[in-house]
């Protein structure tokens, strides 16, 4: 079946700083690929998706980027902030379905 | 109301117990999914209501486990017999076609 992976677990950068997180998917047939972001307490919140006809997609200072070929899949957030602080989760489609499978997630603690 | 909505937002329950979750899902949307989030993991597929079709079910743990979406809108996930393990915090997300919008969940402990 599918399956996402996730990395790193856990990502701590001092504020100002870039932050990346990978993901790769193993079926090829997925199409659409979203990023949520998680703070404590409350439910994922979608941030940032992109669908497989494009390479990049950007809005302000996070930006995804997808690698059909290797199947794999990134978020870049540029000039953290501690509100950036937050479990992020990405996640794959499955069989031009609108069902996802998540990643086991990240926590991203950004520092002052 | 404007987001997905559930409730109860926590429920502590004896062991053995049948508990149920409700899941408000935004109007219109086709849509609805249950995931469990167990402590400090990832999200866990259950079940997936998408307009008239047959539940896709293959995520559920066990036969404890049910659910049933009434009139293509509110969905009720129904744990009979609760175990400790089924302690978790239960998500819902409703979908008009791509994208789920989440709701708080409900955070279940089994004692």
């Known amino acids: 079946g599918e399956n996402v992976e996730q990395h790193p677990s856990t990502l701590s950068v001092q504020e100002g700083d870039s932050a990346v997180i990978k993901c790769t998917y193993s079926d090829s047939a997925s199409n659409y690929f979203p990023w949520y972001k998680q703070e404590l307490g409350k439910g994922p919140q979608l941030i940032i998706d992109?669908?497989?006809?494009?390479g990049e997609k950007k809005d302000q200072r996070i930006a995804v980027t997808l690698n059909k070929t290797a199947k794999h899949f990134s978020l870049h957030i540029t000039e953290t902030q501690p509100e950036d602080s937050a479990v992020y989760f990405c996640?794959?489609?499955?069989?031009?379905?609108?069902?996802?499978?998540f990643g086991t997630g990240t926590r991203l603690q950004v520092f002052p | 109301g404007a987001g997905v909505s559930q409730s109860p937002s926590n429920k502590v329950t004896e062991k053995g117990k049948d508990v149920e979750l409700r899941c408000d899902p935004i109007?219109?949307?086709?849509?609805l999914y249950w995931y469990r989030q167990s402590l400090g993991q990832g999200l866990e597929f259950l079940i997936y209501?998408?307009?008239?079709?047959?539940?896709?079910k293959s995520g559920l743990p066990s036969d404890r486990f049910s659910a049933e979406r009434t009139g293509g809108s509110v969905s009720t996930l129904t744990i009979q017999r609760t175990q400790q393990e089924d302690s978790a915090v239960y998500l819902c997300?409703?979908?008009?076609?791509?994208?789920?919008?989440f709701g708080s969940g409900t955070r279940l402990t089994v004692v």
């Open positions: 209501f998408q307009g008239n079709s047959a539940p896709d």
């Open positions: 109007s219109g949307h086709t849509a």
């Open positions: 997300a409703s979908s008009p076609g791509y994208g789920y919008t």
């Open positions: 992109i669908r497989s006809n494009v």
């Open positions: 996640a794959a489609s499955i069989l031009n379905t609108d069902k996802l499978i």
